[in-house]
């Protein structure tokens, strides 16, 4: 069995919570955040605290707060030698306090509270700053069902990164793909199959191959007549520059594209 | 029973080619291509011809043959007043010769010889000319199981528009995203549940609602670490881009980021 307190009480830490609750070999001795009022739902089925000073004593002390507290809170933690790990992508193990064993422990998924995850898929990246730690991490990512990925600072690092350009900046596309149909009257709901196949597509062969469209073809005359009926300058300019991007990818002439 | 002949070889022709044998209201009575030996291993089950000379009656000729080539095939079909279709989301319906009934069959999806498709999921999007043809497109999309989507030239054009934004681009993102894995020997496939999720998400929340990430909480301090860790000029160009466009979706400072 391993004893874990959570710290923080946003979609990282909710999602973590339901998931070990449904797991055999980890308990939740306690869920900490510094406004009550957002756990208190929760306190019939778990020990609630919003002081530090009450904290109990665990296996792993996960911290799932903002990137920019994370750093202060290990500081703050009335306690030293025990296993304390963040949940960032981004943030360096090295911000947490050495007074504690420190490490990572980074579920690479996008979370909202609305949204239900079948949290068994989500890839776990951990990291340890001791070595003889790294089991407990893992084994925690396995009470989860979940794949744990060891990996360096910098490749998680690398990963956020990549995870920006795949998620964010992708869910950017679907948001003007919806602004564009708006302008129309179209319904942004016929192009939820189209979207749903293009990320399916990847997993069977590389994005290089999967690609398609008038860039990769180079065919000009639709680029054209694209760029014409684009109303927004915004749009615009993502379009060229994504364009031009996928000519390059693929070695096709890199001439800018323009409107005229 | 709708009797049908394709012309065409290519992804789309292919896979519409499948979904008809597999529908007991559609009966594919002849597979043109001006290259036989694509078809030709289809030749057991099908007429196929390579002589548009030798094309037999039908109640649907559907053109699914690369954009610019439509217009010229349709006009060198040796018959008139019969109902021809194309399958382009950005050709104009009246590049089809006005000799025959004229009309649009656009199946909304990205389609590759190699990847299998459940068709029925398909959107299909509907235009005819003249008004008493739409029942029969609309029928021969029923009859694989597809929802037919009537639509005016703009509409569906705007649609191909939005098509370009949530696939082709979409899917380069996923390519940058396997570019910047690899330079940090990290497996592209550790994203896959991620990119799946974010494909998903939408189906129950807008784009808009479903963002989340540096650039929409205005994180500036992880924007500048993500920029450095960058390596190329191109991969810059689109962060800061894209990064910019949900800023400004999201009604954030739009002061340009900056690499120092
Ligand atoms: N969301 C994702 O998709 C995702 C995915 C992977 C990793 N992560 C990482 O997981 C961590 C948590 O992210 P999240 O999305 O769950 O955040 P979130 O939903 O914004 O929740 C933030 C939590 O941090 C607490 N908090 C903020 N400032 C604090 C402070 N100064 N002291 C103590 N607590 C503070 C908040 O407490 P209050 O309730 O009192 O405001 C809240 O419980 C971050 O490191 C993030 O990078 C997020
Ligand atoms: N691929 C998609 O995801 C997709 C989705 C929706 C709609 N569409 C539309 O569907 C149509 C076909 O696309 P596709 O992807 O199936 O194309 P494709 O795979 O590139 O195949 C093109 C086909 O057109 C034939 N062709 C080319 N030039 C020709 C000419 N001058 N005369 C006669 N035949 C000619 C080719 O014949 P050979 O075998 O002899 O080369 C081949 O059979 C296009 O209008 C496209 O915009 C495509």
Redesign the pocket.
Known sequence: MISVVL????????HLYKAFLKSETVSVVQWY???RA?ISSYANDVDITDSLDELKEADIYI????????S??SSDLPFSNRMVV??????AMHDLDKKNKIGVF????????TAEIEFSEVPICVEVYEKENLTLLKDLAKAVGCKPHKITTEQRQTLHLAAVFVNNFTNQLYRIGHEICETKNIEFKILHPLIEETAKKIQQMSPYMAQTGPAKRNDKKTIKRQLKLIEKEEHEAIYKLLAASIKKTHNLTSRPVTKK
Chains 1, 2 share one sequence.
């Open positions: 710290l923080g009480a946003g979609n990282v830490a909710t955040n510094r406004t957002s911290i799932a707060v903002s990137d920019d507290s994370i202060q809170l963040h949940t960032s992508g981004s943030v980074y579920p690479l998924q996008t979370f909202s509270k």
